[in-house]
């Protein structure tokens, strides 16, 4: 089993940054591919990011690539999504998932376990 929790959302202006964080409890989490995942209201919850567990390769929605990083630190079982150059489109409810194996997902059920989400909003 594991627990995910996210944390790092808010409001934010457009052309401004955030730092997603997804704590994740047990002691394989180095074993997950750990994704991102989003859903404005009214819509499906689609990929944002993905990386694996070893050796932590990347892959990103074409929406968020050369703004979004993913990236994470398997001493703290957590990763994080940093965000740069925001728009109002980036809003939704960001969640952190969790698919055991080397292998990594881009699909919803793709992945196992899910934290809770965070809200990102993105407004003047």
């Known amino acids: 089993q594991v627990q995910l929790v996210e944390s790092g959302g808010g409001l934010v202006q457009p052309g401004g940054s955030l730092r997603l964080s997804c704590a994740a409890s047990?002691?394989?989490?180095?074993?997950?591919?750990m994704g991102w995942f989003r859903q404005a209201p009214g819509k499906e919850r689609e990929f944002v990011a993905v990386i694996s567990w070893t050796p932590g390769s990347t892959s990103y929605a074409d929406s968020v690539k050369g703004r979004f990083i993913i990236s994470r630190d398997n001493a703290k079982n957590t990763v994080y999504l940093q965000m740069n150059t925001l728009k109002v489109q980036d809003t939704a409810v960001y969640y952190c998932?969790?698919?055991?194996?080397?292998?990594?997902?881009?699909?919803?059920?793709?992945?196992?376990?899910w934290g809770q989400g965070t809200q990102v909003t993105v407004s003047s």
């Open positions: 047990g002691r394989t989490f180095s074993r997950y591919a």
């Open positions: 998932a969790a698919r055991p194996g080397i292998r990594v997902g881009v699909r919803v059920e793709d992945y196992d376990y």
